[in-house]
T-cell receptor
Framework: GAVVSQHPSWVICKSGTSVKIECRSLDFQATTMFWYRQFPKQSLMLMATSNEGSKATYEQGVEKDKFLINHASLTLSTLTVTSAHPEDSSFYIC??????????FGQGTRLTVV | AQSVTQPDIHITVSEGASLELRCNYSYGATPYLFWYVQSPGQGLQLLLKYFSGDTLVQGIKGFEAEFKRSQSSFNLRKPSVHWSDAAEYFCAVGANAGKSTFGDGTTLTVKP
């Protein structure tokens, strides 16, 4: 299957700083990417849908000014957690959909805010 | 609104035994159904998916799932479990791949 790469795999940052997470589709073009958040031992919650060249669509309850999403190319979407706080600590996972009907998930990014 | 219920939070089976993980969904139209597996600290890997056609779907790693519209279920099965199958399993439903609603997951423990 196709490969989706997330970077970094884990990051520790200080409270109040911003963190950028990258999601790349390595061998296919992804017009749509999705960002999920997963708390320990819980399920994945969709945060936003990212379409190349347009603004992201956020799910209800997700602060778009805090979680900035940019999808500048067909192979790259970024999630920036602005002014991070300890409650933002979580596992963030992206997925990218190909031209057909399958989505491929990245390996996830573990964010710890101290 | 769409939803997914995985009734079993945790299942323990012996290596070599058969496995069935339950998944019930609520969806207003014909659903796209997925099963994913997640190892600790890792992303998700697609095991199998159902869009239409044959209701018995074969996936990777020897897994299969059966779509039963009358029961709104999409249970995952494997005839003989291996120790490497220990992981978290998620059932998901959606209008398309990617934008899906996930169940809470079932943790599978495999006893030697």
């Amino acid at each position: 299957g196709a490969v989706v790469s997330q970077h970094p795999s884990w990051v520790i940052c200080k409270s109040g700083t911003s963190v950028k997470i990258e999601c790349r589709s390595l061998d296919f073009q992804a017009t749509t990417m999705f960002w999920y958040r997963q708390f320990p031992k819980q399920s994945l919650m969709l945060m936003a849908t990212s379409n190349e060249g347009s603004k992201a669509t956020y799910e209800q309850g997700v602060e778009k000014d805090k979680f900035l999403i940019n999808h500048a190319s067909l192979t790259l979407s970024t999630l920036t957690v602005t002014s991070a706080h300890p409650e933002d600590s979580s596992f963030y996972i992206c997925s990218a959909r190909d031209q057909k009907t399958e989505a491929f998930f990245g390996q996830g990014t573990r964010l710890t805010v101290v | 609104a769409q939803s997914v219920t995985q009734p079993d939070i945790h299942i323990t089976v012996s290596e070599g035994a058969s496995l069935e993980l339950r998944c019930n969904y609520s969806y207003g139209a014909t659903p796209y159904l997925f099963w994913y597996v997640q190892s600790p600290g890792q992303g998700l890997q697609l095991l199998l998916k159902y869009f239409s056609g044959d209701t018995l779907v074969q996936g990777i790693k020897g897994f299969e799932a059966e779509f039963k519209r009358s029961q709104s279920s999409f249970n995952l099965r494997k005839p003989s479990v291996h120790w490497s199958d220990a992981a978290e399993y998620f059932c998901a439903v959606g209008a398309n791949a990617g934008k899906s609603t996930f169940g809470d997951g079932t943790t599978l423990t495999v006893k030697p």
